[in-house]
């Protein structure tokens, strides 16, 4: 199993940026794929970016293309995500979450995630 904790949540103003980072630890981390997720109050948990293990395949939620950008550190074990030109919709639990193999078409399915973080808070204020 992996560990994960996210930080670098906090409150920011519309328009500001924050970067969050994910750090994994536990068993080999070979071949993970890691993803980040969001859930705002009362909605359920939503797709926002994911990274392959290489790190030099990306995907993301339509709603934060081109404001947000996941990118993996150079021993592979953290994740992070820099978000730019947040806006009040932003706003939400972010979370870190890890799975190996699975296909394409499920990369943004909660269910397809076994490892999760105790996710962090990110707010905007409007």
């Known amino acids: 199993q992996v560990q994960l904790a996210e930080s670098g949540g906090g409150l920011v103003p519309a328009g500001g940026s924050l970067k969050l980072s994910c750090v994994a630890s536990?068993?080999?981390?070979?071949?993970?794929?890691m993803s980040w997720f969001r859930q705002a109050p009362g909605k359920e948990r939503e797709f926002v970016a994911t990274?392959?293990?290489?790190?030099?395949?990306?995907s993301y939620a339509d709603s934060v293309k081109g404001r947000f950008t996941v990118s993996r550190g150079n021993t592979k074990n953290t994740v992070y995500l820099e978000m730019n030109s947040l806006k009040s919709e932003d706003t939400a639990v972010y979370y870190c979450?890890?799975?190996?193999?699975?296909?394409?078409?499920?990369?943004?399915?909660?269910?397809?995630?076994?490892?999760w973080g105790q996710g962090t808070q990110v707010t905007v204020s409007s």
């Open positions: 979450a890890a799975r190996v193999g699975g296909t394409l078409d499920t990369v943004s399915s909660v269910s397809t995630y076994r490892d």
């Open positions: 990274i392959t293990w290489s790190g030099e395949i990306t």
């Open positions: 536990g068993r080999s981390l070979m071949g993970y794929r």
